[in-house]
């Protein structure tokens, strides 16, 4: 199994430029999540999907869309890119169910947007 | 207040030292929680959930103290490949969601 697999690994933007960052997962895991990380403030959760077809905001989903039209993937779009959406991107995948299930991240998409 | 606090460190520990730290959170509903590694520039990973009763993994140990609102992380006989930060999170009742501390960094040295 690849487990969570991201691209691109490194992206750099102009503001106002559009682009999606992808994200998949081959474990068939329901719940999947997007979260960014900035130096000093955690992982703070962007969206996050329950199953296919279902979406919802996370703590900072402002500038930001997903959908999840299969288990497998969960794109996370940037509508119009901010200097402020400077950071690295999480995508994360985790069984449903119990809460302690534990979760599985993608190696990350580190974008810088001039 | 932040719902998930850290001590971001560093913690500088020598090699084969113990070295031990919490996480306080704010929300009394959290219901599971856990410590994750994450290595620089990595994705974080699970190293441990954490659990009323304590537990025990080897040289980690985690405990829970629902009373003061705290868990806390501690590691035996330092390797210098415990270098890294350690993140504290946690979920509420409704499961959907983790929340992460801003992680405490350890540094062990020769």
């Known amino acids: 199994n690849a487990g969570v697999t991201q691209t691109p690994k490194f992206q750099v933007l102009k503001t106002g430029q559009s682009m999606t960052l992808q994200c998949a997962q081959d474990m068939n895991h329901e719940y999947m999540s997007w979260y960014r990380q900035d130096p000093g403030m955690g992982l703070r959760l962007i969206h996050y999907s329950v199953g296919a077809g279902i979406t919802d905001q996370g703590e900072v989903p402002n500038g930001y869309n997903v959908s999840r039209s299969t288990t497998e993937d969960f794109p996370l779009r940037l509508l119009s890119a901010a200097p402020s959406q400077t950071s690295v991107y999480f995508c994360?995948?985790?069984?449903?169910?119990?809460?302690?299930?534990?979760?599985?991240f993608g190696p990350g998409t580190r974008l810088t947007v001039l | 207040r932040k719902e998930v606090e850290q001590d971001p460190g560093p913690f500088n520990v020598p090699e084969g030292a113990t070295v031990a730290f919490n996480c306080t959170y704010s929300n009394s509903a959290s219901q599971s929680f856990f410590w994750y590694r994450q290595d620089c520039r990595k994705e974080p990973k699970l190293l441990m959930s954490?659990?009323?009763s304590g537990n025990e993994d080897g040289r980690f140990t985690a405990q829970l103290n629902r009373a003061s609102q705290y868990i806390s992380l501690l590691i035996r006989d330092s390797k210098l490949s415990d270098s890294a930060t350690y993140l504290c999170?946690?979920?509420?009742?409704?499961?959907?969601?983790?929340?992460f501390g801003g992680g405490t960094r350890v540094l062990v040295k020769p």
């Open positions: 999170v946690l979920s509420g009742a409704a499961g959907n969601k983790l929340t």
């Open positions: 954490v659990y009323s």
């Open positions: 994360a995948s985790r069984t449903g169910g119990f809460s302690y299930n534990e979760q599985f």
